[in-house]
């Protein structure tokens, strides 16, 4: 009987359109089984789901950067095949001339290497987190690119990069969305 049911609620939310999916919008934070624990190092996953869109076209994936902050110290980027990854320390330090955030990068190679639109990819980090527990914001951009008429490159952004809640409107070549964002604990 509940079998039934199951099915029959899950038929009904197929016809109304209701999909029991994340929301493939944005770039999820993932630490997939590893600790949260205020203190310790641990691993993260930035998973995008999907590329940028351009007058009806959709285009994959060529850079992929995030922000990590000096509450997650200095990370140690995964390997990607196809991709070469900077880490670049912030030219802003504390009082103790530690870097406020490192910038990762990870670049395709060449366009073969690029992630195809609709495509869920997870980019990995090597972090260890401070000592108090808090909420960390992750900015992260993803660029992909077209050609224009004179054959030149035009990129296209996706930042996700606002953390107070706000929104920001679409421009012609950008989309704004919230950071992912990980709480620590005690």
Same mark, same amino acid.
């Given at each position: 009987?509940?079998?039934?049911i199951?099915v ?6 197929l016809?109304m359109?209701?999909?029991v ?8 934070m ?7 624990q ?5 691993r993260?996953w930035l ?10 076209y ?6 992929f ?10 990370? !140690? *980027?995964?390997f990607?095949q196809?991709?070469?990854t900077?880490?670049?320390?912030? @030219?802003?330090? %504390?009082?103790? +001339?530690? =870097? ?6 990870w670049?395709a ?8 639109d ?5 980019f ?7 000592? !108090? *527990? ?12 077209? @050609?224009?008429a %004179?054959?030149? +490159?035009? =990129?296209?952004y996706?930042n996700?990069?606002?953390t107070?809640?706000s ?5 012609e ?13 005690p």
């Amino acid at each position: 009987m509940r079998r039934k049911i199951l099915v029959a609620i899950s038929v009904l939310a197929l016809i109304m359109g209701i999909g029991v999916y994340p929301a493939s919008a944005h770039v999820s934070m993932q630490p997939k089984g590893y600790t949260l624990q205020a203190g310790q190092s641990s691993r993260i996953w930035l998973s995008l789901g999907h590329g940028c869109t351009y007058r009806t076209y959709k285009y994959g994936t060529s850079v992929f950067v995030v922000q990590v902050p000096s509450a997650a110290g200095k990370p !140690t *980027p995964e390997f990607h095949q196809g991709f070469k990854t900077s880490v670049v320390a912030s @030219t802003t330090v %504390d009082v103790n +001339k530690v =870097p406020d955030y490192y910038t990762v990068t990870w670049t395709a190679k060449a366009k073969s290497w690029a992630i195809d639109d609709g495509t869920f990819y997870d980019f990995g980090l090597k972090v260890t987190w401070n000592k !108090t *527990p808090q909420k960390i914001n992750f900015p992260t951009t993803q660029i992909c690119y077209t @050609t224009k008429a %004179d054959g030149s +490159k035009l =990129p296209l952004y996706l930042n996700w990069l606002i953390t107070d809640g706000s929104t920001k409107p679409s421009e012609e070549t950008v989309e704004w969305g919230a950071a992912p964002s990980i709480t620590t604990i005690p």
